[in-house]
Each structure stands twice: as C-alpha cells, then as structure tokens.
C-alpha cells in the first residue's frame, strides 16, 4: 500500500469513528475537527482529517523547507504528519502536440511548530474573547455578497433570522455572541437559499450552520462555547452523510476565514519532505 492510499484509509477510518461517537451521543470528535477547520482553513476535507488523526494539538504546520525559510528547524528524528498534496505531470503527447496536464495526488509531510526549534514566529492576530476587527470584516463580506443586513429588537425570540438577501440579528447581544450569530446566518445564506440550494432537513441545516460559526469562531480565537456540542449531540447519521455534511461545512467555512482572516495569520506553504527530520 502506498502512503497515499495510506492516507486515504486514514481518512475513512476517521470519518467511520467520528460517525460512530456521534450516534453514541459524543461530540468531542467532531468539536476537535471544526476547531482543526478553523486553524487549517486553507487545507482540505481529507487533509485536516489526517492532521487530526496524526496530531490533534497541532496549531501551525508547515514543510520542512517552508520551516528553514522562517528561521526554525524541525527537532532531528521528529515524525511528520502526513498529508495528500496534489501535483501536475505532463503525459506523453505525439510529435508537435503540446503534453497533456494530468492531475495527480502524493502523500507527503508537514511539521507541527512544536516539533520546531528557532526563531520566534511573528505572532498572528488573535482576540481574547471579542471579535474585534474582524466582526467589521464579516460585515464587509456579508455586504459583497448582496446580503442585507439589520439589527433589530424584533426576531422572533431567536437570535438571528436568514431570510433569502436579509440577515437580522437581534440587538444587545455581546459582540462575540453577535459574531457568531452572523457567521450562523450566512451559512445558512450560502447554503440553504438560492436557487441551487440544497436545504435538506431542518436539523442538519442547523447543523451545518452552527458547526461553521464554531469553526470560524475557532478560527479566529474566540471560544464558541456548548452550542455547537448541543446540536452535535442530538445530529445522527450514516459515514456518507456526515462525510457529505461535513465537506460542506468545510468549504463554507474556509470561505468566510479567507474574507475575515488577515494574510499573514496561517502558514500554508507545503512542500515534499522526508518522513523523519534528519536533522
């Protein structure tokens, strides 16, 4: 079996033993993971999958070039994590035609900053438990979009509506509260309204959308509290469809970081490396 095919067995076993906790009514898995989403935007599905199941206190990782760029060296004898990367090779093409691109996928390897030693990293922006500049950020997103936004003391008793081109938010809540209710709603703008839209049922629409406010919450460095495990504890389902369910609130969440995140707030460079550091 290659480290590839390795990596992908990985995966599905993750995906099965997550879909099995949550039947079992624990959410401790799946909390974990949407944490992993929120520091590891930029990666995929299967990629923070792996990075969970390999190094679940992982904060920042990155290649072992990428490391020595940024004046750090991984700790001889340090394991990497691995991970699938994709890379383009040109397929033999006859006389005078141009190669032909194909699209295929290598296992290779990243280092946690805790497997590092060096320089001291430029710290990212953090917030300690206010969303600061980023709530700005989010309302900005939310406006390119064509997405109206209001405050209102009138909601129904909830604390945030979507309703196709309208997000309202109660008013008086904190701001870490208000952030999170918006991240909430405009999952459910960007998944549930429109019309390609793929509603579903009413728990797993819940679902999607307070998994990514967590995520995005987690992202940023705010602490989402039990809301989220309080949906997750009473959500149910096969590998597939949590394995659909969660794709879904990966990419959704990655796009509302990339437009809240500043740049210099993730290291993502990855390139082939060894599987141990040789020093």
Known sequence: MTKAQEARKT????????????????????TAFLSMVGRFHHYSFGNVMLILSQRP????????????GLGRQVRKGEKSITIIAPMMLKKDAKAGEDPEKVLRFKATGVFDVSQTDGDELPKPAKVQGTPGEHIDRL????ASLGIRLEFSEESGGASGMSMGGIIVIRTGLGEAETFSVMVHELAHEMLHHGENAERGDK??????????????????????????????????????KLGAVLHRVQRTASVILEAVLIPSDDITEVEPTAAVANG
């Open 57 to 68: 206190d992982a904060i920042r990782v990155a290649g072992y070039r990428t490391w020595q």
């Open 203 to 240: 728990p797993t629409r819940e679902l999607e959308a307070e998994a990514i406010a967590h995520a995005v919450c987690c992202g940023i460095g705010l602490e989402p509290g039990t809301a989220c495990s309080d949906y997750i504890q009473s959500y149910g389902g096969d590998a597939e």
């Open 139 to 142: 309302k900005a997103h939310i």
């Open 11 to 30: 995966i599905d076993e993750s995906l099965e033993r997550l879909s099995e906790e949550l039947t079992a009514g624990k959410s401790e898995t799946l």
